[in-house]
């Protein structure tokens, strides 16, 4: 299958929607629709029922507005996208939700349940109350809205776990790379905005024994309860402090690649099915985890994180500790890397003399259009060499530190050189040979699965030949 560039474009523009335009066509008689619900449509009298069917799943007339509103739901614009261009995205869900199932990927329903509150919660934040969501959908009662929605979720995780499965299977040698860039017209060849290195050093205030042990008294409290009865989702919504988890009841999936702390790893994994940990400390506070469900390498787990309040008192002496130190460095007693691996307390970069690692790119550039606002406003104004001013920032769990800013590097904009921009190059590398390994899975599964589609749909210009021609 052959990606032009309109095509590519067409592809990154539908990814709002979570994943790939892909469609495909194969004619039936009109006689077979099943009408379900009349609707006005126009001025004129319109038959809602089925209109394509992907495997074991159905598309309805109806289902495209419901995408569309869907979309408006979350707050992304639908003026660009035509009937046709939606049901070529529907066909695609269909198609993954019904090769997982074929696949044996499992969606369980506490995962199900955690994306809905999560959800919910989001929508109830825009619209107002639950009741208006509800009217919103078009649902007569909280619990039809519930299953309508759950479907929607079970098969959006089906769909993205198959993606998923299919993306992180393509891997790409540095020959590859070499060869991408080599196809790429010297007048095509990108442009990278301006480039910053930049390092950092963070003072956290110290927290007394007595406030850590309020923490792990009151998590200890929680634990009673919770085997005495009480539920272990509840309490992680009204009381943790991870935004991340919080709304799914403190939920998350993980194996032993999951990017979390060494330490809340360790705990995990040494805990059986049913079991609630004692408090543990990582560096985003205290914690208590309870186990699930054990499937093979992977753990679903809830979790309560807790982090001690910091006196005045405390926040004063770090601000004055991170004065002295910048002081010391602009009085050239020390560099800013070597204070940064003697004095700063954040162990993730003090290592490195403070230089940051860009989480996108895995590389130590940041380019300043993409920058967090936060971020950009940091340290945009800032000269090579130059140190910001004391910086106080909380973050997301509550904790609050100081820091120090510095640009240890800019890299002015320029065209794309394979030397210098290699990670970069080697993920535009990447994605082309997602795309052609996306491009070949649908050739294949679309021969080998069930598809029809009818009515006025079939005069639809798709973007891959779904009439099996």
Request: include cysteine; aromatic fraction near 10%.
């Amino acid at each position: 299958m052959k990606f032009s560039n309109n095509r590519i474009a067409l592809t990154f523009f539908l990814l709002i929607f979570t994943s790939f335009i892909t469609s495909a066509q194969e004619i039936i008689k009109d006689s077979v629709i099943a009408p379900i619900v009349k609707k006005q449509t126009f001025g004129k009298l319109k038959i809602d029922g089925v209109i394509a069917t992907v495997g074991d799943f159905i598309i309805l007339d109806s289902d495209i507005d419901k995408s569309f509103l869907e979309i408006s739901a979350q707050g992304g614009s639908v003026k660009d996208i035509t009937r046709c261009q939606m049901l070529g995205k529907l066909l695609e869900d269909k198609l993954y939700a019904h090769q997982a199932i074929q696949d044996s990927i499992v969606v369980t329903d506490s995962e199900v349940k955690g994306m809905m509150e999560e959800r919910l919660g989001y929508m109830i934040d825009q619209i107002g109350s639950m009741e208006k969501v509800i009217q919103y959908y078009k649902k007569d009662t909280e619990e039809e809205f519930r299953t309508y929605f759950s479907d929607i979720l079970k098969e959006g995780k089906l769909t993205s776990e198959m993606q998923k499965k299919i993306v992180d299977a393509v891997e790409i040698t540095p020959e590859e790379v070499r060869n991408y860039f080599k196809t790429i017209p010297k007048t095509d060849l990108p442009t990278f905005g301006v480039e910053l290195e930049v390092a950092q050093i963070v003072v956290e205030p110290k927290v007394s024994e007595a406030d850590k042990q309020k923490v792990i008294d009151r998590l200890n409290g929680f634990k009673k309860e919770i085997e005495d009865g009480s539920s272990f989702s509840t309490k992680a919504v009204l009381y943790s402090q991870d935004p991340g988890s919080r709304a799914n009841g403190g939920f998350y999936k993980m194996n032993r690649k999951t990017p979390f702390v060494k330490e809340f790893k360790d705990v995990a994994f040494s805990l059986a099915e049913g079991e609630i940990s004692a408090p543990f400390e990582t560096t985003f506070g205290f914690h208590i985890i309870y186990i699930e469900k054990i499937k093979g390498q992977e753990v679903e787990l809830r979790h309560i994180l807790l982090s001690p309040t910091v006196t005045e008192e405390s926040l004063n002496e770090a601000k004055e500790k991170i004065n002295l130190i910048r002081k010391r460095i602009e009085d050239k007693e020390l560099t800013f890397a070597e204070a940064a691996r003697s004095l700063s307390d954040e162990k993730e970069t003090r290592a490195n003399g403070g230089a940051l690692i860009n989480p996108q790119t895995q590389d130590t550039r940041f380019e300043l259009t993409k920058m967090d606002p936060k971020f950009y406003g940091q340290v945009s104004n800032l000269k090579t060499n130059e140190i910001s001013d004391p910086i106080l920032e909380q973050t997301e769990e509550g904790k609050k530190k100081f820091k120090l800013v510095t640009v240890t590097n800019r890299i002015d904009e320029h065209t794309a050189d394979y030397g210098k921009d290699y990670i970069k190059i080697k993920d535009l590398a990447l994605k082309s040979k997602r795309i052609t390994a996306i491009g070949k899975w649908f050739d294949e599964k679309i021969k080998e699965t069930y598809i029809k589609i009818i009515g006025e749909y079939r005069d639809c210009d798709f973007t891959n030949n779904w009439l099996k021609k």
